[in-house]
């Protein structure tokens, strides 16, 4: 194991003890009550190791690359763009375990009920998109602006975010299945 690899994996582990610690946090006082401090405090690091991985608290539940998507979609092999973004999306789920997919459901249901963090969403959600975009043109062969790549990704976000809506109200829901089922309906139903 290289330096280099130990160094990642305990910046992961750092990560991860944040978020956990975070979301416990979260749940036994709310999360307009939890302070960065006692975060830092319970995952054991200072408030400045905090700042180092999350700018803010509520980076800690907004557009947190859940799945992620991006880099999938870096991963695809070219095509139309509702095969490039639906086969991003099973890859993104594919490389989770079933301890991060629940993790990312805890982060999903705050960010779909704190109204700050909804508001918080909207705000970031243009970066993230057109980032998407970006991508998914580049796989498609097309520019940017095309109104397949348009349509094709303010489709698929539009579904996702409804899944999401309902996977925050219902737990026993398998919302990669159900992401991957309507990607396939839109990818059935538009030519690209």
């Known amino acids: 194991m290289t330096d280099g690899g130990l160094r990642e994996r305990k910046k992961a582990k ?12 979260f ?4 999360y307009a009550a939890t302070t960065v401090e006692q975060i830092a405090d319970a995952a054991e690091i200072s408030p400045a190791t905090f700042f180092r991985y999350f700018p803010t608290k509520e980076h800690l539940v907004t557009l947190d690359r859940f799945p992620p998507l991006v880099e ?6 070219p ?9 991003a999306f099973r890859e993104a789920f594919a490389e989770l375990t079933a301890e991060e997919i629940a993790a990312g459901h805890a982060r999903e249901v705050f960010a779909a009920t704190v109204p700050e963090l909804l508001v918080a969403n909207l705000r ?19 520019d940017a602006g095309d109104p397949r790549v348009r ?19 219902d737990a026993g829901m398998d919302a990669p299945a ?3 089922r309507a990607l396939a ?8």
């Open 27 to 30: 749940r036994e006082r709310g």
């Open 72 to 77: 999938a979609l870096a991963a695809q092999p």
């Open 185 to 192: 309906r839109l990818e059935s139903g538009v030519s690209a």
């Open 151 to 169: 349509d094709a990704v303010g489709a698929v976000f539009g579904v996702v975010a409804l899944i999401w809506l309902e996977w925050a109200h």
């Open 178 to 180: 159900e992401v991957d």
């Open 124 to 142: 970031r959600s243009p970066g993230l998109v057109g980032e998407v975009r970006d991508l998914v043109a580049a796989k498609a062969g097309c």
């Open 79 to 87: 095509g139309p763009p509702l095969t490039v973004l639906r086969g």
């Open 14 to 25: 750092t990560r991860e003890a944040i978020l956990r610690e975070a979301f416990r946090l």
